[in-house]
């Protein structure tokens, strides 16, 4: 902040002392732009995302290892931000899960080709879209996790949803050169998650098991990310409570790597 002198002092130490203050302001001024400019640094996060089944008996481990990291990510205000799709093709195996679609399954099909992958697989995680490994091994994923977090972003922006969650605003903070002069596309994805979901589970391979989830993803949009301000639209209509959060990333599309991510809680 500028200090205004208001007399006028024609002494030289006057003079002195004027150019002194002048001089501690400008520091001030520096200091100050710099803390700014570090609040708006983008800070390191996880997008984690576990591609499950409640039709499949080998998802249920997995799903409590994404448990236990949501939870905990939702009491500390982390940035890690876990995504649970849950894929439709397991339902024609003798149990419906109502949280499957085939959207999410048409996601999983474009990590197996960007990966290489002969099949899909449940359970299946990928960290920040480059990275993707068995959903159930805890190690790894904390592994994975730790590292994650101390890749600083090269991009970062804020959102705000509108009352009834049906528009989302993203606001650019910042983005490195790299990104922002490529010839890459990206997309822009919204999710809104559902946290604390019971299942008692009747047929298939997970027949009379209680299944909790958590973060499970209820609705995704994704738009072309026009590397600027913009506004998605939300069309999930639902009655929102503390259950449910707004999770929002930026995805490179050839590469599959998560530039930037955010999340607005309920």
């Not at 019971?198 to 027949?207: C, F, L, P, S």
């Not at 909790?212 to 600027?228: P, T």
């Amino acid at each position: 902040m500028k200090i205004c002198i208001s007399l006028l002092v024609f002494s030289l130490f006057s003079s002195c002392s004027l150019h002194q203050e002048k001089a501690n302001s400008s520091e001030l001024d520096n200091q100050s732009s710099k803390s700014i400019t570090a609040m708006q640094q983008a800070e390191p996060f996880v997008l984690l995302e576990l591609f499950t089944s409640e039709g499949c008996s080998d998802c249920p481990a997995a799903e409590v290892v994404l448990n236990d990291i949501a939870l905990e990510a939702f009491a500390d205000r982390s940035y890690v931000y876990a995504l649970s799709f849950h894929v439709d093709y397991w339902n024609k195996l003798g149990w419906k899960d109502e949280f499957a679609s085939a959207q999410y399954s048409d996601r999983q099909r474009y990590y197996r080709k960007l990966f290489g992958n002969e099949v899909v697989y449940t359970p299946q995680a990928v960290i920040n879209g480059i990275e993707e490994f068995v959903g159930s091994d805890k190690k790894r994923m904390q592994l994975s996790i730790k590292r994650s977090l101390q890749i600083t972003p090269s991009c970062y922006f804020t959102m705000t949803p509108n009352e009834n969650w049906t528009s989302l605003n993203i606001d650019l903070i910042s983005i490195t050169d790299s990104i922002k002069n490529d010839t890459f596309s990206y997309s822009l994805n919204a999710a809104i998650v559902e946290r604390s979901l019971i299942t008692q589970v009747k047929r298939g391979e997970n027949a009379d098991k209680t299944l909790r989830h958590e973060n499970v993803v209820r609705y995704l949009n994704s738009v072309e990310w026009l590397k600027n301000n913009q506004v998605l639209i939300l069309e999930y209509e639902a009655k929102f409570t503390e259950n449910h959060s707004l999770i929002a990333f930026i995805q490179n599309n050839q590469t599959g790597k998560i530039i930037g991510a955010n999340i607005w809680n309920y």
